[in-house]
C-alpha cells in the first residue's frame, strides 16, 4: 500500500512485505530528514534488514527529480556564506 499523493496526517509512506513479514517505511518527524522501516507489528529481532538500509542509502534520484527538489528546496544556495 502507497500513500495517497498530498496526505499529510498519515506519515507512513509505504508499506511491503519482507521475507512474509509486514513492514512500513515511515517520516516521524514530518520533515523529510528521516525515514524509518520498521515492522508494521510487532519486532522480530531474527530478521536482518540491513541490506533495505543500503538499497535506501544507495538510491539517487533521476536528474531532473532532484534539480527539482534542489530548486523547490533552495537547496543550491549556500546560507553559510557571510
Known amino acids: 500500500m502507497q ?4 496526505d499529510f496526517r498519515n506519515v507512513n509512506h509505504i508499506e511491503f512485505d519482507y521475507w512474509g513479514n509486514p513492514f512500513i517505511v515511515m517520516e516521524p ?3 523529510n530528514s528521516r525515514y ?7 519486532p522480530d529481532y531474527t530478521i536482518d534488514i540491513s541490506n533495505i538500509e543500503v ?10 527529480i532532484k534539480l527539482l ?3 523547490i528546496s533552495l537547496n543550491f544556495i549556500d546560507f553559510k556564506k557571510k
Open 55 to 64: 538499497i535506501f542509502k544507495q538510491y539517487k534520484p533521476p536528474f531532473f
Open 3 to 6: 500513500r495517497r499523493l498530498f
Open 36 to 42: 524509518w522501516i520498521c515492522p508494521r507489528n510487532k
Open 29 to 31: 518527524f514530518g520533515d
Open 69 to 71: 527538489g534542489d530548486i
